[in-house]
């Protein structure tokens, strides 16, 4: 079973950056996809990018395009989602996931999402 533990949450002005932490353990890194997912005050979760389980291939959601980048260290265990230039709406728990069932070229979408952390809360004033 995948364990995924986020951290680097917190609470940032309008306009700071933040890089949130996702360990990974449970299963083999290289066979797991990954993404972050976030769900805002009284929202539905949202997609907002993932990563190959190759790390060639990424995919953001519109709002945040240009302004996060999804990564992975595969020595390490982690993915990383580094938030630059963060606005009050980005305001939400924030989740790391995986997905354990596509090949090594696909960027998984929020359905594709099998396994999740806790979460880590990032909240921006403005």
């Known amino acids: 079973q995948v364990q995924l533990v986020e951290s680097g949450g917190g609470l940032v002005q309008a306009g700071d950056s933040l890089r949130l932490s996702c360990a990974v353990s449970?299963?083999?890194?290289?066979?797991?996809?990954m993404g972050w997912i976030r769900q805002g005050p009284g929202k539905e979760r949202t997609f907002v990018a993932a990563?190959?389980?190759?790390?060639?291939?990424?995919q953001y959601a519109e709002p945040v395009e240009g302004r996060f980048t999804i990564s992975r260290d595969i020595a390490k265990n982690m993915v990383y989602l580094q938030m630059n230039n963060l606005k009050p709406e980005d305001t939400a728990v924030y989740y790391c996931?995986?997905?354990?069932?596509?090949?090594?070229?696909?960027?998984?979408?929020?359905?594709?999402?099998?396994?999740w952390g806790q979460g880590t809360q990032v909240t921006v004033s403005s």
């Open positions: 996931a995986a997905d354990q069932t596509h090949g090594i070229w696909y960027v998984p979408r929020l359905p594709d999402f099998t396994s």
């Open positions: 990563i190959s389980r190759s790390g060639d291939n990424t």
């Open positions: 449970g299963r083999t890194f290289s066979n797991l996809a």
